[in-house]
């Protein structure tokens, strides 16, 4: 939180101009030139004393609000009342409206009924919020908030009011920063300057949410109180009320300093609030702040995550989930529980966007809702859930439906006593093969349903025979060919002779199936720089032998027979050579590499071996030398927020697709270990990995002391993960349904049949569906996911995933069966897809769009009536603006010039592969106190909201995204602690690079590396820690991870986002 | 006339020179009469232990077109300390350190017995022989193993400074690196992919910023070794490459059935080449190819890999039917040329049972004077004796082979040279001495002949262009100067100059006179050669036309004979054997394909356009000894009749010594008699031609093929092909005789070729 650093930085302000459309909304920034316009004559008003007197800076920031500005600031102020919520507390119905009442004030001004809606959705919300008041919202209107700080409660009702003081939202507070939505309208506004003040405050309590109390009394002062209580109803701040215009922003205009709005709109109300350090934070806000922060809005009271998934975990955590009930809806990803599959596939297989499919297209569009499936086909299994059985039909293969070819599975119906059965998905009448034949019981289900896998189960795996084999030979295990470069820069940090230790460590640990002891797979291993160097280590030989090739404008593999070896046969051979390899290029000083011929000689190699397999790239810079594939910087800071921007996103055409496509044919899977210290392009470097399965890793500035463990654990959990090669995938699906679209890390020739050259357990692909015709409610719908992969020991299998869904005609079930997790999930990806092809700034406007019209959806078609000013949200999905606004600040998505241009791709890339769990931890981020948790509980202590408000001085944080990890410490950290952790006496003498915590024996280190270990171990992707002090520097990087703040880069806070996309709602309504 | 008999031996002896005529005609005109031109077969450095090279610079003729070297033929002025180029008529002072010149005390180069001098050259640094491996993998194991003991017993034939290279091939090339500890390393390439030499030495890293190499100057030995890893002084590496070639596996690709193994011979050569020409251009250099199979794939590739395509044959050629002749022809021309020009020579030792395809490779031996052997197996004393003698060394413990020779001819005005024959060429030196007339590798008067040896010999042709009415003065004689530069195995530079001169006659008066100079034997060579050359580029037959009509009309010039009365027919005793010779050669494998394959016929013609005249005489006409009871061992005639069932006979054909048991002499060692005490005689008589067999095989290079068979052995054909069919199932009075053993042929004899060539000779109509 050092803000202060910050507050300077606009970065909101620049923000906006990137952000899509809604940024301009809640930025400050842009929004200050409107002002200007519009504002011009309000402000005259604003800028009077009132606004002078709190703050002006708060002013300013309501003040936006012009009218027909769309942007929230205007509106928010006004309605800032609407945004906390009332009470609704109890009824699910209704927040509180009574409390609201008083809100409302602001509201009322403008169409003040109207407002307030009522959550029905679910009572559930309400009860979530239902902590006390809200505070203050925040961010970009905080400095509005401060406003209201100040003067409290009556402010709010009253100055503004002024107008309309009769209908004091409480709103008021959210309002500021929200306002902008409604803004216009105000007639009453002028007053503006004063009134926003007031607003503030109202909003205070409410955080936000729905306005629908607003509607109700007058009592401003109420208000803020109220919101406490209210909160219950949704979180869900929101609104300000529509075109309320109440208030515009007068002050604003006032405010004048532009600069301020916005600064004070971050941090203004946190800063202000909490941390009393932070003095500075606004410039003209000290006045403001000064006043206690009686009432922010409260962030409590808007719909928590991690509330969310502790209510989840409580509720169904430890529990067993049977999957024998069509279109059940799974526990949360975050909960911990055990599956049982009793014929539907798990949902650490497969998860759905919703579990009941809307009956018709029609109804599919008008909802908006994504139906979509994320698919891990090789998901891990905890220990305490069985592993998939294998089936084996014998010489004939599987049995397959003969129209659709699906394979056997529980919706499989027999009939004719057993002789035929109709085939789920396409309907065809089969004849059951002589030896297949069962009797069938009373119920028509064969005598043999539970002793046979593919008749019972969701998920199992049939024996492939021949005809499913290339060539119709059987496989040959796959190899794993290391290759690593060995120019000057991976020579002299020490990486070349860091991977050769380690292999020959790894190299022992293999994987292999499960009940195989020794792996069946082959090692391989190749040197480049300008050249690529092979390596002859068959256990023949006394040495190995290196074979140079510099022909890199045509690879080929020089030898065929000791290239790829079995580890243990010639142990003595590989480990002489891996000694040798750092040495022989200890003096190199060639700095050129290659990287297309790199690839392509184990293309080659797995040619000519016949087999499939993995390459573990190790490569340190861009490659420049004369080859195919080689790259120049394209790296221009001066197209992000532009048109092009996505060009930067775009791999390189060319030979990088040709080998794409190559690698994909023979099964070759590329896993890239990135060691740069410049741009590296990695959207082209990347593109292979990404179509094959593979994984990418990067390692800015690496250096062996701080960085070395955290690759070797990337490069252990990689090596041993399990895989399956040569994967090809298809999803049939069951008439009326069909999938159309495909994101993951594949490769695909047609419209249907998902090439992988290889796909590892944490390896997700998102399908979507599309309505082919009208579905039935009764026979719901089926799907079925076949995966034909060759097995670590070189077995051809096919593994089967059948999941049934619901079907409904009312948009209602729809929205129960939503999943979050698994929506989020689909729209990174396809947001991280689009970026390839339209402006961010587009992409960014379809997702709040979309956001907006599926709750808007609901909002009209399921929730009972009430006030328009009220946001309601399904029950199921109330956590999802969160998500969203999230995803809109990753680093593809937000267009900053900060941020490079390999970051930014890599972590598209990342997000295309990833699975539900993933997305989710990496769009919110654990944050977990561990300076107040009881170390003598096994649990890990529960996190908080990632915001800087939950942070304190004195506080230590842990916080983990599944690909960064951060200890932050507070600057009033006790020393006590400071000395159990880190063995110093202070935290004025941490180094700044320490990447791990000394080893020291007391319960508190204990615990928390336990905690950090478990982590670690527990992610796909190892964590490098980082160690953050308060008001350091790094604390920037830090701050990025807290989602529900203003982005760093750009991007709105939890609370702005929430009201912006109230306003949208509302206009979609209207 | 013995005295010429003589004078020629003399010469022979003194300058390695034979010339087809010794009186020249005095003009053109009278020249192209004599229908065999005035040519000469010109050993360059035929072995003369007597000959102690000089340790200083030779004179040259300070003429810049001329630049004859100082020789006896000279006038000298001796108290001027002037003396006269007698090509060029300049009058030249001596250099000062020959300021003690006087009669008494006279140069070497002024004595007479210096008609043939060598100088060494103590300018500019020398470079160490370089011996470059290039061996195919591709081999059966049994073959490979010899091959890889032959040449772990080479590396200590090399001389210790002597740099060492090796590349491997089969679908790959693997050039290995010898200078590393540990790691073995080697750079490989592609076999199919054609490779600039530049692209090759950037692939190897070779690429230097300044290159002091690329001046055309041997680069100083230290710089090079350190420059190139590839290349490393035998002493240094002698341990690494032992056992690196002991590790030497065959080709490890997958050979499927039906396909023959993927032989990158070309790429390898390129590879080969290349790395020389970047490292060591103009330095002495032996690329030494193994191959046990066709080239298979890539550039210069022969025969594709589909086993159900054989190999081409004469037939294929001839109905143009050989998909890859033309095209892996001139890659490795191209090759040959390249290499050439850098001074390296190429040999090629092929051992294998099928073809290898030496008729598209043989230009790179033969362009830059490297050896070809040809055999069966690696796993034979054939090759192994052979490639071991590749390395003798002479008395003085040199080895007998030299390098980067530059043949420089000049003529005394009356005289120009028209090209030669030989394994040379072109340096594309014109000259005042150049004809314009080109016999041979013409249109010059300098050559190169990267590899030579002691045997090493040239057919050199010459124009008079005197013309008639402008008669040489009586006395006057014509003059031939030979320079040889060349690089000496110990690594001197060292300059032979062998000035020879022959008189002038005139043809009408004298023709006698140059008749009885006439030089049967090397006029045999000679002729053969030229016809050799046509044979490369002509077809078979029209080349027979050709020679027939050479003959026949030199018959019709030196015979004595009436008008149309062929008995009247006489040849004066100097040209009597040439036509025997003509006859034998029209059989001969060098003019005739059919029952050899190409391969066969390049390897002959190969060995046949640089042997010395002896053995290139043996080549026409072999040699045959009879071994009997009746006698001391015996010459006897190359003729069926000489086939006698108590004879053993001893045929040298060079390339194959045959020994063969008459009928009774092999059921006498069936018998075993030779076993028995009171039989020793029977030993010693089956233990004579051994001996002298064995005599033979010491000597030879290569070495022949050696053949014991006996009456009715299949291996008897050999023999019985070779001897003049005077007995065939033709002429059945020799049925039932005593005497030899037809031969089923329908060749004609000698006998019926002497009397058509007596008819056509007197033939008026001809």
Aim: proline fraction near 9%.
């Amino acid at each position: 939180m050092s803000q202060q650093g910050y507050v300077a930085a606009p970065p909101y302000s620049q923000a906006q101009p990137g952000m899509g459309g809604y940024q301009g909304g809640f930025g400050g920034g842009p929004a200050q030139p409107l002002y200007g316009h519009y504002g011009g004559p309000p402000q005259a008003f604003a800028a009077p004393p009132a606004g002078m007197m709190k703050s002006p800076v708060s002013s300013a920031a309501g003040m936006p609000p012009p009218p027909a500005s769309n942007q929230y600031n205007p509106n928010v102020q006004q309605n800032g009342a609407h945004p906390q919520r009332y009470p609704a507390p109890q009824a699910a119905s209704v927040y509180g409206q009574p409390l609201q009442s008083p809100y409302n004030s602001m509201a009322s001004m403008a169409p003040p009924p109207a407002q307030q809606l009522t959550n029905q959705m679910s009572s559930m919300n309400l009860g979530n919020y239902a902590p006390g008041p809200m505070q203050s919202p925040p961010p970009p209107t905080s400095s509005v908030q401060q406003p209201f700080q100040t003067s409290p409660p009556q402010a709010m009702g009253q100055p503004q009011m002024s107008p309309g003081p009769q209908s004091p939202h409480m709103s008021p507070q959210m309002s500021p920063q929200q306002s902008p939505m409604s803004g216009p309208p105000m007639g009453g506004p002028p007053m503006g300057g004063p009134p926003m003040g007031g607003p503030p405050m109202g909003g205070p309590p409410m955080g936000g949410p729905p306005m629908g109390g607003p509607p109700m009394g007058g009592t401003p002062m109420g208000g803020p109180q109220m919101t406490g209580p209210p909160m219950a109803g949704m979180g869900r701040p929101f609104p300000g009320p529509p075109g309320p215009g109440g208030f515009q922003q007068p002050g604003p205009g006032a405010a004048g300093p532009p600069g301020y709005p916005q600064q004070a709109g971050q941090f203004g109300g946190n800063m202000a609030g909490h941390q009393p350090g932070m003095p500075g934070a606004f410039p003209g806000a000290p006045g403001g702040m000064a006043g206690p922060p009686q009432k922010k809005l409260d962030p409590d009271s808007i719909p928590s995550i991690t509330q969310v998934i502790e209510d989840d975990q409580v509720k169904r955590g430890g529990q067993v989930y049977s999957t024998n009930i069509r279109g059940q809806i799974p526990p949360l990803v975050t909960t911990d529980f055990t599956v049982q599959d009793q014929g539907n596939a798990s949902p650490r297989f497969m998860r759905c966007t919703t579990y009941s499919l809307p009956c018709t297209a029609d109804l599919a569009k008008q909802c908006q809702v994504p139906l979509a499936s994320i698919i891990k086909p090789l998901a891990n299994l905890p220990e305490n859930e069985t592993p998939l059985y294998v089936v084996n039909h014998g010489e004939t293969g599987p049995i397959r439906c003969n129209r659709c070819k699906a394979y056997m599975c529980p919706y499989m119906q027999f009939i004719d006593g057993g002789r035929r059965y109709q085939c789920g998905f396409c309907n065809c009448v089969n004849e059951v093969p002589v030896f297949y034949f069962q009797h069938l019981d009373h119920m028509g289900r064969r005598v043999d349903f539970y002793e046979r896998p593919e008749l019972s189960l969701g998920s199992y795996e049939f024996v492939a025979t021949l005809d499913y084999c290339k060539n119709n030979k059987p496989p040959n295990p796959p190899a794993y060919i290391f290759m690593i470069d060995v120019s000057y820069n991976n020579i002299k940090s020490g990486l070349v002779k860091l991977i050769c230790d380690e292999l020959k460590n790894l190299l022992e640990h293999l994987p292999s199936e499960e009940g195989v002891e020794a792996s069946a797979i082959k090692v391989g291993f190749v040197t480049y720089n300008k050249v690529l160097h092979f390596y002859n280590v068959k256990s023949a030989l006394a040495q190995p032998q290196m074979m140079v090739v510099s022909d890199t404008a045509e690879m080929f593999v020089p030898l065929l027979d000791g290239f790829l070896v079995n580890y243990q046969d010639s142990r003595a051979v590989i480990s002489n050579l891996l000694d040798q390899i750092p040495d022989m290029f200890a003096d190199t000083n060639e700095s050129e590499t290659v990287f297309v011929p790199v690839i392509q000689a184990g293309v080659e190699a797995f040619k000519a071996a016949e087999c499939s397999g993995k390459l573990f790239i190790f490569q340190s810079s861009m490659p420049t030398a004369e080859a195919p594939g080689k790259l120049k910087n394209r790296d221009d800071k001066k197209l992000v927020n532009t048109d092009k921007e996505k060009t930067l996103f775009q791999p390189q055409k060319g030979v990088y697709e040709q080998l794409s496509k190559e690698c994909v044919a023979q099964g070759c899977c590329v896993d890239l270990f990135l060691f740069p210290n410049q741009y590296m392009d990695i959207a082209t470097m990347a593109d292979v990995p990404s179509h094959t399965g593979g994984s990418v890793y990067k390692y800015n500035n690496f250096q062996v002391e701080t960085d070395g463990e955290h690759f070797l654990r990337d490069l252990r959990k990689d090596v041993q993960k399990s895989i399956g090669f040569d994967a090809i995938m298809r999803v049939r699906t069951s008439t009326g349904f069909r999938a159309t679209e495909f994101f993951g890390a594949i490769h695909m020739n047609n419209t249907t049949d998902i090439e992988m050259a290889a796909v590892d357990c944490d390896k997700a692909l998102t399908v979507e569906f599309k309505h082919d015709d009208t579905l039935s409610e009764e026979t719901g719908a089926h799907m079925q996911c076949a995966l034909l992969y060759t097995t670590i020991n070189g077995q051809r299998r096919l593994r089967i995933h059948n999941l049934s869904l619901n079907c409904s005609s009312q948009l209602s079930e729809l929205y129960k069966s939503c999943e979050t997790d698994s929506l989020i999930n689909f729209f990174s990806k396809s947001a991280c897809r689009a970026i390839l092809n339209q402006p961010l700034k587009t992409v960014r406007e379809i997702l709040v769009n979309q956001t907006a019209h599926m709750l808007a959806c609901y909002r009209k078609n399921c929730a009972s009536p009430s006030a328009a000013s009220q946001l309601i949200l399904p029950d199921a999905m109330k956590v999802f603006p969160v998500y969203i606004n999230s995803l809109m600040k990753t680093a593809p998505l937000v267009g900053s010039t900060e941020l490079s241009t390999d970051d930014r791709a890599h972590q598209r890339l990342l997000i295309m592969g990833m699975g539900v769990e993933e997305t989710q931890l990496l769009l919110y981020p654990r944050l977990t106190p561990l300076h107040n948790m009881d170390v003598s509980i096994k649990t890990h202590p529960a996190p908080v909201r990632c915001s800087e408000e939950r942070l304190t001085d004195s506080g230590m944080f842990l916080l983990e995204n599944g690909h960064s990890m951060f200890l932050w410490l507070g600057q009033a950290i006790p020393p006590d602690l400071v000395q159990n952790i880190f063995n110093l006496p202070s935290l004025a003498h941490l180094q700044g690079n320490m990447c791990a915590l000394p080893e020291l024996d007391n319960p508190l280190s204990n615990k928390v590396r336990a905690i950090i270990n478990d982590l670690i171990e527990k992610r796909p992707n190892s964590m490098k820690l980082h160690i953050v002090r308060q008001k350091d520097k790094p604390e920037m990087v830090f701050r990025q991870f807290l989602v529900e703040d203003k982005g760093l880069h750009g991007g709105a806070s939890y609370m702005d986002f929430l009201c912006y996309v109230h306003r949208e709602i509302r206009q979609l309504l209207t | 006339m013995a005295s010429y008999q003589e004078f020629i031996q003399q010469n022979e002896d003194r300058d390695g020179v034979r010339f087809s005529w010794n009186l020249w005609p005095s003009s053109r005109l009278e020249a192209t009469r004599l229908v065999v031109p005035v040519s000469c077969l010109f050993t360059p450095l035929k072995e003369r232990p007597d000959l102690p090279p000089v340790q200083y610079e030779p004179v040259l003729c300070s003429r810049a077109n001329c630049k004859a070297v100082l020789n006896p033929l000279c006038q000298v002025d001796f108290r001027a300390k002037i003396w006269a180029c007698n090509f060029c008529f300049q009058r030249n002072p001596f250099p000062p350190s020959y300021a003690g010149i006087s009669e008494v005390n006279q140069p070497a180069e002024l004595m007479p017995q210096f008609s043939t001098i060598e100088y060494i050259v103590q300018r500019g640094a020398t470079a160490p022989l370089i011996f470059l491996y290039v061996v195919d993998t591709c081999l059966e194991e049994e073959d490979l193993q010899a091959l890889k003991e032959s040449l772990q017993m080479s590396l200590s034939l090399l001389p210790p400074n002597a740099l060492v290279g090796l590349i491997t091939f089969g679908r790959m090339v693997q050039v290995h690196e010898l200078s590393c500890e540990g790691i073995a390393k080697s750079y490989v390439f592609r076999g199919t992919k054609d490779l600039s030499s530049k692209q090759i030495q950037e692939m190897l890293g070779l690429t230097k910023p300044a290159a002091s190499a690329q001046q055309g100057r041997p680069v100083a030995p230290q710089d090079a070794a350190a420059s190139c890893r590839f290349l490393q002084p035998v002493h240094r590496v002698d341990m690494n490459l032992t056992d690196l070639l002991g590790e030497l596996q065959r080709d490890p690709w997958p050979v499927p059935q039906g396909k023959r193994p993927l032989r990158s011979t070309g790429v390898a050569l390129t590879v080969a080449v290349g790395l020389l020409e970047g490292t060591f251009p103009n330095t002495g250099a032996r690329v030494m190819l193994f191959i046990g199979g066709p080239p298979t794939q890539g550039p210069g590739m022969v025969v594709g890999d589909e086993l159900k395509t054989p190999i081409r044959s004469w037939h294929d050629i001839q109905k143009d039917n050989a998909r890859h002749l033309k095209k892996a022809t001139k890659y490795y021309e191209a090759m040959a040329n390249r290499s050439a020009v850098n001074g390296h020579c190429i040999d090629i030792y092929a051992c294998a049972l099928d073809q290898t395809g030496l008729l598209e490779m043989k230009c790179l031996s033969n362009l830059t004077g490297g050896h070809i052997v040809m055999g069966d197996s690696f796993n034979t004393s054939l090759f192994k004796q052979t490639f071991q003698r590749v390395f003798s060394k002479d008395l003085n413990g040199d080895f007998r082979m030299a390098f980067g020779g530059v043949l420089e001819i000049k003529t005394s005005r009356e005289v120009k040279v028209c090209g030669s024959i030989g394994p040379c060429v072109s340096l594309n030196s014109k000259g005042s001495c150049v004809s314009e007339n080109e016999m041979g590798i013409g249109g010059t008067s300098q050559w190169k002949v990267c590899g030579l040896n002691p045997s090493t010999t040239l057919g050199i042709f010459f124009e008079v262009v005197n013309q008639h009415n402008a008669p040489v003065p009586q006395g006057g004689r014509g003059a031939i100067q030979f320079v040889t530069q060349y690089q000496h195995s110990n690594t001197q530079r060292r300059i032979r100059v062998t000035t020879i001169a022959r008189n002038w006659a005139d043809a009408q008066s004298q023709i006698q006179h140059i008749e009885s100079s006439f030089d049967q034997e090397a006029a045999a060579v000679l002729m053969a050669r030229l016809g050799v050359f046509r044979a490369e580029s002509e077809e078979g037959p029209d080349v027979l036309r050709w020679l027939d009509r050479q003959l026949i009309r030199l018959c019709q010039k030196f015979g004595q004979f009436n008008k149309d009365d062929p008995t009247s027919f006489k040849l004066s005793e100097s040209l009597s054997l040439y036509p025997q010779f003509m006859f034998h050669l029209r059989r001969s494998p060098f003019l005739q394909v059919f029952n050899n394959s190409p391969d066969e016929s390049s390897y002959y013609r190969h060995h046949f356009v640089r042997q010395d005249l002896t053995q290139s005489l043996i080549m026409i006409q072999p040699i045959l000894y009879s071994y009997s009871f009746h006698g001391p061992p015996e010459p006897v005639l190359l003729d069926s009749s000489s086939i006698l069932p108590d004879r053993i006979l001893l045929m040298d054909t060079f390339f194959q010594l045959v020994i063969y048991h008459g009928e009774t002499i092999a059921q006498w060692r069936k018998a075993g008699y030779q076993e028995m005490a009171e039989y020793e005689n029977f030993k010693q008589l089956l233990l004579a031609p051994l001996d002298d067999a064995q005599e033979i095989l010491q000597t030879r290079f290569p070495m022949p093929r050696y053949i014991d068979t006996e009456h009715g052995g299949s291996q008897a054909r050999f023999l019985l092909s070779k001897v003049n069919p005077s007995q065939t199932h033709n002429n059945l009075y020799a049925w039932g005789q005593e005497t030899g053993a037809p031969i089923l042929t329908d060749d004609v004899s000698l006998q019926v070729f002497m009397d058509h060539l007596k008819k056509l000779a007197v033939s008026s109509s001809a």
